[in-house]
């Protein structure tokens, strides 16, 4: 069993930061890609960023190019968006996804296993 959860979240004002965390832990898939997605309410879940296992490898949505950073740590089992100059747009429930394959993609369908979700809210 693959488990994943998400911490991080809250309330913040536009132009502030927050940073997200996911921690995988029990079977996983060996050294593939992990990332982030998001939801706010009434639209579809869009994608936010991805990293490789060994990290060298990123891809972000346009959207968030500058502003949000993706990393991992302890070994990979640890993941992390930093989120800067956030906007009221923001504001979604964001969710950490471990993928099946090793390239960093943009495509859900490619990602088996998610976490529970973590509510961000920006304020303007």
């Known amino acids: 069993q693959v488990q994943l959860v998400e911490s991080g979240g809250g309330l913040v004002q536009a132009g502030g930061s927050l940073r997200l965390s996911c921690t995988a832990s029990?079977?996983?898939?060996?050294?593939?890609?992990m990332g982030w997605f998001r939801q706010a309410p009434g639209k579809e879940r869009e994608f936010v960023a991805a990293?490789?296992?060994?990290?060298?490898?990123?891809a972000e949505a346009d959207s968030v190019k500058g502003r949000f950073t993706i990393s991992r740590a302890n070994a990979n089992n640890t993941m992390y968006l930093q989120m800067n100059s956030l906007k009221p747009e923001d504001t979604a429930v964001y969710y950490c996804?471990?993928?099946?394959?090793?390239?960093?993609?943009?495509?859900?369908?490619?990602?088996?296993?998610w976490g529970q979700g973590t509510q961000v809210t920006v304020s303007s």
């Open positions: 029990g079977r996983t898939f060996s050294r593939t890609a």
């Open positions: 996804a471990l993928s099946s394959t090793m390239v960093v993609v943009p495509n859900s369908q490619l990602y088996p296993y």
């Open positions: 990293i490789s296992w060994s990290g060298g490898s990123t």
